[in-house]
Nanobody, 125 residues
Framework: VQLQASGGGLVQAGGSLRLSCAASGRTLSSYAMGWFRQAPGKEREFVATINWSAKNTYYADSVKGRFTISRDNAKNTMYLQMNSLAPEDTAVYYC???????????????????WGQGTLVTVSS
């Protein structure tokens, strides 16, 4: 499966962006999907995840209340609506898929089998 993340860009603090992750090659409706981010000089970190039916979501504390993850299985696409952006949100954002969400919430990198190439989000102060 190929994942294509898009929607990144430069935005002022307090602004909003909507990221998209389009999948091709295989339907993703059976898997949990997630967003991760990697700031310069830092490790890749979990941002948000959504289960296959979109009934369950989970967020990192740092983005809770500001970011919203969603998905459209008919379009094989996942989204991340980011509001009230702050400079510390500056990072390359990666989408991921292929996770299962049963007993444990998939928040680790190795919970996911497939990764997109990343899209850069820069928040200016």
């Amino acid at each position: 499966v190929q994942l294509q993340a898009s929607g990144g860009g430069l935005v002022q603090a307090g602004g909003s962006l909507r990221l998209s992750c389009a999948a091709s090659g295989r339907t993703l409706s059976s898997y949990a999907m997630g967003w991760f981010r990697q700031a310069p000089g830092k490790e890749r970190e979990f941002v948000a995840t959504i289960n296959w039916s979109a009934k369950n979501t989970y967020y990192a504390d740092s983005v809770k209340g500001r970011f919203t993850i969603s998905r459209d299985n008919a379009k094989n696409t996942m989204y991340l609506q980011m509001n009230s952006l702050a400079p510390e949100d500056t990072a390359v954002y990666y989408c991921a898929s292929g996770a299962t969400w049963t007993y444990f919430t998939p928040i680790r990198l190795n919970d996911y089998a497939d990764w997109g190439q990343g899209t850069l989000v820069t928040v200016s102060s």
